[in-house]
């Protein structure tokens, strides 16, 4: 724990208005009331057999519904499925092969139609052509594209197999996708030439033959051509995707898979630099993505459900790809940036496929403030029904906003909380049975235990503490690729018998939770989650750079934004922008610092520890309150001086 913890904890300031359903909302509901609370209360674990009974297909039915051997759980045990039948076939086999599964935009306006049959027929193919590239059960693939139907295919495809896939964000660097690819030590890297963003073509295929030079594991390479860009290809380990699919069988049985075959590895920042490789399962995985997508957003079979998160995030894995195909769902993918061409796009889409249901993190919803209330008021919204959030807490103005403005006053809004370690979807209203108030995440779904704890780990039942959880749930991690060891003790080590989530959070007179931001050193970017320590590393890794230490400071729009503050080697001259594009190129322009100041020293207590809660002061402009324990005052002094000038932006 940083020495900024309490910090997080900090009181809030009470939040009175509340929302209820309408009735209108909640005649048509799935769920109002409190019966699906109450069942869960009586039988988590029933209740959990039961949702895997009604909403997924099994092969071989499970022996065990849940075997926890702290910290290491198996869902369904002796259950057989397999992920890809139950996003694809099975609709196929109803006779919905011809419901719309993607209406897929492209950045520069270009449109594709994607139904079932065509996504099955399509996933079908891509299985055989990873098998002929030698992908068999349990080999890992790294997938690298931009947000084109062919990432969700190649998800698919690895699933049908039994390959788990290791899904990097485009926006990484070289040095992060070789980092993620050697440790999962995949087989197969799918890419595409480049990708639409802002009106341009930003190249991903030359990215990855730069990670590609020191990836011995990597035997072929599937390119997808959409930039157009010119790209290079290596003779016998690179194809081009549309010349291994015309060659391709177009039959690949979906054969039954153990319920805890490895489904997938996301790799995601910890408090230390090197990123872990979270391990999701088949089973129980889709289980609660299924069931929490269907609850949460309420989905009926008329939907139409556009999530705005990017395939390369546990969101995308989620809530585009597995919990929205498993329901049958038809659903909206965009490729580009909510403002190109104009600030309106996000709108004009929603009012061209009339989109029912809207999730998107709140970094975003502040954006859409800035841009003015004109922008949605160009279109006709009254198709939207439930509008969600994720990513970092929402904060009420924006809530009310997203409220008001998007939803025209009569949509819920879900506030959902949860990680890519859990998977799917934890604490968050049910739209047609839960009051809302605006900024909180309200409670947690049925079947899931979470409670606060002080710093001794007992229970809060008031007021601010740690988020746990205190019971095993369907989709948690299985643990981290190739460290079990760090898997116990990053998450199950703090509060005896509980798995902490790193967030600080408060309950209030109602038992509403309110959560409050990350307690450790983790940033939360526009709702990517970036390491202090990361950061720092890759600062220190530039020959000029003797010494810098990283923190998030409070942003209006991003959440948090990352301010370094740096020490240079005796003699050495860099610019700003040079470290700052030094660290887009170590780890991804998601990790470029808004802010660097140079200063001759950190502040540092006398045992030589980096004073981070000053320097987050400093950032933030607060007055500091004790320095007594700083080895030298001056050296704030003069940080503080510094900050008051204003900080550059990309
Ligand atoms: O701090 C919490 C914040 O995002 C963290 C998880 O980040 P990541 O694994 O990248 O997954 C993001 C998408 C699920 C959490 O520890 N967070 C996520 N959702 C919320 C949130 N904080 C407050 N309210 C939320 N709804």
Same mark, same amino acid.
């Given at each position: 724990?940083?020495?900024?913890?309490?910090?997080?904890?900090?009181?809030?300031?009470?939040?009175?208005?509340?929302?209820?359903?309408?009735?209108?909302?909640?005649?048509?509901?799935?769920?109002?009331?409190?019966?699906?609370?109450?069942?869960?209360?009586?039988?988590?674990?029933?209740?959990?057999?039961?949702?895997?009974?009604?909403?997924?297909?099994?092969?071989?039915?499970?022996?065990?519904?849940?075997?926890?051997?702290?910290?290491?759980?198996?869902?369904?045990?002796?259950?057989?499925?397999?992920?890809?039948?139950?996003?694809?076939?099975?609709?196929?086999?109803?006779?919905?092969?011809?419901?719309?599964?993607?209406?897929?935009?492209?950045?520069?306006?270009?449109?594709?139609?994607?139904?079932?049959?065509?996504?099955?027929?399509?996933?079908?193919?891509?299985?055989?052509?990873?098998?002929?590239?030698?992908?068999?059960?349990?080999?890992?693939?790294?997938?690298?594209?931009?947000?084109?139907?062919?990432?969700?295919?190649?998800?698919?495809?690895?699933?049908?197999?039994?390959?788990?896939?290791?899904?990097?964000?485009?926006?990484?660097?070289?040095?992060?996708?070789?980092?993620?690819?050697?440790?999962?030590?995949?087989?197969?890297?799918?890419?595409?030439?480049?990708?639409?963003?802002?009106?341009?073509?930003?190249?991903?295929?030359?990215?990855?033959?730069?990670?590609?030079?020191?990836?011995?594991?990597?035997?072929?390479?599937?390119?997808?051509?959409?930039?157009?860009?010119?790209?290079?290809?290596?003779?016998?380990?690179?194809?081009?995707?549309?010349?291994?699919?015309?060659?391709?069988?177009?039959?690949?049985?979906?054969?039954?898979?153990?319920?805890?075959?490895?489904?997938?590895?996301?790799?995601?920042?910890?408090?230390?630099?090197?990123?872990?490789?979270?391990?999701?399962?088949?089973?129980?995985?889709?289980?609660?993505?299924?069931?929490?997508?269907?609850?949460?957003?309420?989905?009926?079979?008329?939907?139409?459900?556009?999530?705005?998160?990017?395939?390369?995030?546990?969101?995308?894995?989620?809530?585009?790809?597995?919990?929205?195909?498993?329901?049958?769902?038809?659903?909206?993918?965009?490729?580009?940036?909510?403002?190109?061409?104009?600030?309106?796009?996000?709108?004009?889409?929603?009012?061209?496929?009339?989109?029912?249901?809207?999730?998107?993190?709140?970094?975003?919803?502040?954006?859409?403030?800035?841009?003015?209330?004109?922008?949605?008021?160009?279109?006709?919204?009254?198709?939207?029904?439930?509008?969600?959030?994720?990513?970092?807490?929402?904060?009420?103005?924006?809530?009310?906003?997203?409220?008001?403005?998007?939803?025209?006053?009569?949509?819920?809004?879900?506030?959902?909380?949860?990680?890519?370690?859990?998977?799917?979807?934890?604490?968050?209203?049910?739209?047609?049975?839960?009051?809302?108030?605006?900024?909180?995440?309200?409670?947690?779904?049925?079947?899931?235990?979470?409670?606060?704890?002080?710093?001794?780990?007992?229970?809060?039942?008031?007021?601010?503490?740690?988020?746990?959880?205190?019971?095993?749930?369907?989709?948690?991690?299985?643990?981290?690729?190739?460290?079990?060891?760090?898997?116990?003790?990053?998450?199950?080590?703090?509060?005896?018998?509980?798995?902490?989530?790193?967030?600080?959070?408060?309950?209030?007179?109602?038992?509403?939770?309110?959560?409050?931001?990350?307690?450790?050193?983790?940033?939360?970017?526009?709702?990517?989650?970036?390491? @202090?320590?990361?950061?720092?590393? /890759?600062? #220190?890794?530039?020959?000029?750079?003797?010494? %810098? !230490?990283? $923190?998030? *400071?409070? +942003?209006?729009?991003?959440?948090?934004?990352?301010?370094?503050?740096?020490?240079?080697?005796?003699?050495?001259?860099?610019?700003?922008?040079?470290?700052?594009?030094?660290?887009?190129?170590?780890?991804?322009?998601?990790?470029?610092?808004?802010?660097?100041?140079?200063?001759?020293?950190?502040?540092?207590?006398?045992?030589?520890?980096?004073?981070?809660?000053?320097?987050?002061?400093?950032?933030?402009?607060?007055?500091?309150?004790? @320095?007594?324990?700083?080895?030298? /005052?001056? #050296?704030?002094?003069?940080?503080?001086?510094? %900050? !008051?000038? $204003?900080? *550059?932006? +990309?």
């Amino acid at each position: 724990m940083s020495d900024n913890s309490s910090n997080a904890i900090d009181a809030l300031q009470w939040e009175n208005r509340r929302f209820p359903p309408s009735e209108a909302f909640k005649d048509q509901a799935l769920v109002a009331g409190t019966f699906m609370y109450d069942t869960a209360a009586q039988d988590d674990l029933g209740f959990w057999a039961q949702q895997a009974a009604e909403l997924i297909d099994w092969s071989t039915d499970w022996e065990t519904i849940c075997e926890w051997n702290l910290p290491f759980a198996k869902w369904f045990v002796g259950g057989q499925l397999n992920v890809s039948y139950n996003c694809l076939d099975r609709h196929v086999l109803a006779g919905r092969g011809d419901k719309v599964a993607f209406h897929w935009v492209g950045e520069p306006g270009d449109t594709r139609t994607v139904t079932y049959s065509d996504l099955l027929a399509e996933t079908q193919r891509f299985a055989n052509v990873l098998k002929g590239l030698g992908v068999g059960r349990g080999d890992r693939v790294n997938i690298y594209l931009p947000m084109i139907p062919e990432a969700a295919v190649a998800m698919l495809a690895c699933a049908r197999i039994g390959a788990a896939h290791s899904v990097v964000f485009g926006g990484f660097s070289a040095h992060s996708l070789r980092d993620r690819i050697n440790d999962a030590e995949a087989k197969v890297l799918i890419t595409a030439d480049g990708g639409y963003r802002r009106g341009d073509v930003f190249a991903l295929k030359p990215v990855a033959d730069e990670a590609l030079e020191s990836t011995p594991s990597i035997t072929g390479v599937v390119v997808v051509r959409r930039g157009g860009n010119e790209v290079a290809m290596q003779e016998g380990r690179d194809h081009w995707y549309h010349d291994l699919m015309a060659a391709a069988d177009p039959v690949c049985a979906a054969d039954p898979m153990d319920s805890e075959q490895l489904l997938f590895l996301l790799y995601t920042s910890g408090t230390t630099g090197k990123p872990k490789g979270i391990m999701h399962t088949s089973g129980g995985y889709l289980t609660q993505v299924a069931f929490t997508h269907k609850y949460v957003f309420d989905l009926h079979d008329d939907d139409v459900y556009w999530c705005t998160a990017d395939v390369g995030w546990i969101t995308g894995h989620s809530y585009i790809v597995y919990g929205p195909l498993a329901n049958g769902a038809t659903q909206v993918m965009y490729e580009g940036v909510p403002n190109f061409p104009g600030n309106d796009r996000f709108w004009e889409i929603i009012e061209s496929y009339g989109v029912t249901k809207f999730y998107t993190a709140p970094t975003a919803i502040r954006t859409f403030m800035k841009w003015g209330i004109e922008e949605p008021a160009k279109h006709d919204l009254s198709s939207l029904k439930v509008l969600g959030s994720v990513g970092e807490p929402i904060n009420p103005e924006a809530w009310m906003w997203y409220h008001e403005h998007i939803g025209g006053g009569r949509c819920p809004i879900v506030d959902t909380w949860w990680q890519t370690e859990t998977g799917g979807i934890m604490i968050s209203p049910l739209p047609g049975a839960t009051t809302t108030k605006p900024g909180s995440a309200t409670f947690p779904l049925p079947g899931i235990g979470a409670e606060l704890v002080d710093e001794n780990g007992v229970r809060v039942d008031r007021g601010g503490g740690y988020l746990t959880l205190t019971r095993p749930w369907p989709s948690m991690l299985r643990g981290i690729w190739g460290d079990q060891e760090r898997y116990r003790e990053t998450y199950w080590s703090r509060f005896d018998g509980r798995y902490f989530a790193g967030d600080g959070a408060k309950l209030d007179d109602d038992g509403y939770l309110w959560l409050l931001g990350r307690v450790d050193d983790v940033m939360n970017v526009s709702g990517h989650r970036i390491s @202090t320590t990361e950061v720092e590393s /890759a600062l #220190v890794a530039h020959p000029s750079v003797a010494e %810098a !230490a990283v $923190v998030g *400071a409070t +942003d209006a729009t991003t959440g948090q934004a990352i301010i370094a503050y740096v020490t240079l080697r005796g003699g050495a001259e860099v610019t700003e922008q040079d470290l700052r594009n030094f660290v887009g190129e170590e780890i991804g322009h998601i990790a470029k610092p808004k802010a660097i100041y140079f200063t001759p020293d950190l502040p540092k207590t006398r045992s030589g520890k980096i004073m981070r809660r000053l320097l987050r002061d400093v950032a933030e402009g607060r007055n500091l309150g004790d @320095t007594s324990t700083l080895a030298d /005052a001056n #050296v704030v002094t003069e940080l503080q001086r510094r %900050a !008051a000038d $204003v900080p *550059a932006e +990309d």
